[in-house]
């Protein structure tokens, strides 16, 4: 997972505040109520730590930028409370369009190496 958020609400405050509207009044808390309100269907869905202990015997790959301190901190986060096997690697950036070609292959062969570890071979 590259920087995920324990809750959908939480990537739309991300996602407002990164447009620059967040310093306005009301602008975060109305996104976030018209967002749930397109999605009230999947309201009662618990936050991902609820189910992370699901995850014990999974190997899981954690990938935290810097770019964003709210989504490297919920990154951490559900890091520390996932159940081994599991890794953390600390990107050096994170938007990936903006990543050198270098970075880029870097990028890429971590997470190969990645499912190349962890996936059973082809049958």
Not at 72 to 87: D, G, I, Q
Request: aromatic fraction near 8%.
């Amino acid at each position: 997972m590259e920087s995920p958020y324990d809750r959908p609400d939480e990537m739309v405050g991300l996602l407002v505040r990164r447009t620059g509207l967040g310093s306005l009044p009301l602008i975060t808390s109305m996104a976030k109520w018209g967002f749930h309100w397109i999605t009230h269907q999947y309201r009662n869905v618990p936050p991902l730590q609820a189910n992370i202990e699901k995850l014990a015997g999974v190997a899981q790959l954690y990938l935290e930028s810097p770019d964003d301190p709210v989504l490297a901190t919920s990154t951490r986060e559900l890091y520390r409370v996932s159940p081994p096997p599991h890794e953390l690697v600390i990107l050096p950036q994170g938007n990936y369009g903006g990543m050198q070609d270098d970075e880029k292959r870097n990028y890429e062969n971590r997470i190969v190496s990645f499912f190349l570890a962890n996936l059973p071979p082809g049958r």
